[in-house]
């Protein structure tokens, strides 16, 4: 498997998150039946990206691209951090705890500034996710800006590292969901924008 493991680059232009570490390729592949199998898919074809289930490793909160950054930009400066992300087609996805895909709709439901919370995607148990190669091609990035819905634009932003990554829990996932509706409403707004809570239901 330490085929498709580059030398490690130490470049601004090139950080080490956009990456999977082995032992983050091992925890990624232990959400599928047959991690051998996912092992082996990925040494053929390191670039290419992956379908993985929901549910066993992780849950999966798909947010739109604004949103969801607003999310990871809190979950760090002011959160206890994130979990792996990934940004895949003009959304953000973020690894959370299995169970918090059913979880965290059920608990926006009943917070105040739930209706200005935008769309999310909750993929859990029988649901699967595309995820990014685990180490980008060489130019990902400006190809990413010129095609936003091309494969380039499947890109880590927390990459995985770790055979057991921290993952938060719907608790935590709720908390940035509040902070990043209630900065996006901006300093005019007293009420939540006026968004259908409905469309908040598990993917």
């Known amino acids: 498997m330490s085929d498709w493991l580059p030398d490690t680059p130490r470049t601004l232009a090139f950080p080490t998150s956009a990456y999977?570490?082995?032992a983050g390729a091992d925890w990624l592949a232990s959400a599928g039946s047959d991690p051998d199998a996912v092992q082996a898919a990925w040494a053929a074809q390191p670039a290419a990206p992956s379908v993985l289930p929901c549910g066993t490793a992780f849950d999966v909160i798909n947010a739109p691209a604004l949103f969801g950054r607003r999310m990871v930009d809190h979950l760090w400066s002011t959160?206890?951090?994130s979990g792996p992300v990934a940004a895949h087609r003009g959304r953000i996805l973020l690894f959370a705890t299995p169970g918090a895909a059913q979880r965290l709709p059920a608990?926006?439901?009943w917070e105040e500034w739930a209706a200005a919370v935008p769309p999310l995607?909750?993929?859990g148990s029988g649901d699967a996710v595309t995820v990014p190669p685990?180490?980008?091609r060489h130019g990902a990035a400006e190809v990413a800006a010129e095609d936003p819905s091309g494969p380039a634009a499947s890109r880590w932003l927390v990459a995985?590292?770790?055979r057991n990554p921290w993952l938060p829990g719907p608790d935590v996932l709720l908390w940035a969901c509040v902070r990043a509706a209630r900065s996006m409403a901006?300093?005019?707004r007293d009420t939540p924008a006026q968004h259908?809570?409905?469309a908040l239901t598990p993917g």
């Open 20 to 22: 999977v570490t082995l």
């Open 79 to 81: 959160g206890p951090g």
């Open 107 to 109: 608990l926006l439901v």
């Open 121 to 123: 995607l909750c993929h």
């Open 134 to 136: 685990l180490h980008p």
């Open 160 to 162: 995985p590292d770790v």
């Open 186 to 188: 901006g300093p005019e």
């Open 196 to 198: 259908r809570v409905s």
